[in-house]
């Protein structure tokens, strides 16, 4: 059986076509999967922000009632707060260049 070549030529065209059909297929279908995973993680961050800023709003003032104590206690220490001040800045200093 002999085949000319334009029959493999047409049937060469017929496969392109048909592979052009199943990767246009393809890529429509991750396309859709890529949006809606995109809509899931911006829902999941939204929600995460959202339970953190209750969180945080909640946690604000008993945050502030601690630095105004903390900053009492160094206003009425002043020498401890000093040696505070250079055991942490000496600790950083030997933790960066420790490397």
Same mark, same amino acid.
């Given at each position: 059986?002999?085949?000319? $070549?334009? @029959?493999?030529? *047409?049937?060469? @065209?017929?496969?392109?076509?048909?592979?052009?059909?199943?990767?246009?297929?393809?890529?429509?279908?991750?396309?859709?999967? *890529? /949006?809606?995973?995109?809509? @899931?993680?911006? @829902?999941? /961050?939204?929600?995460?922000?959202?339970?953190?800023?209750?969180?945080?709003?909640?946690?604000?003032?008993?945050? $502030?009632?601690?630095?105004?104590?903390?900053?009492?206690?160094?206003?009425?220490?002043?020498?401890?707060?000093?040696?505070?001040?250079?055991?942490?800045?000496?600790?950083?200093?030997?933790?960066?260049?420790?490397?």
């Amino acid at each position: 059986m002999a085949t000319t $070549r334009e @029959e493999i030529q *047409s049937d060469l @065209e017929a496969q392109v076509a048909q592979l052009t059909k199943q990767v246009s297929s393809l890529t429509k279908a991750m396309s859709k999967r *890529s /949006a809606s995973a995109l809509a @899931e993680g911006r @829902e999941s /961050a939204s929600e995460f922000y959202d339970g953190f800023y209750d969180r945080f709003t909640d946690a604000l003032p008993a945050m $502030r009632k601690q630095a105004r104590a903390a900053q009492k206690t160094a206003q009425d220490n002043p020498m401890t707060t000093a040696l505070v001040g250079v055991a942490v800045f000496g600790l950083l200093a030997a933790l960066l260049t420790r490397r």
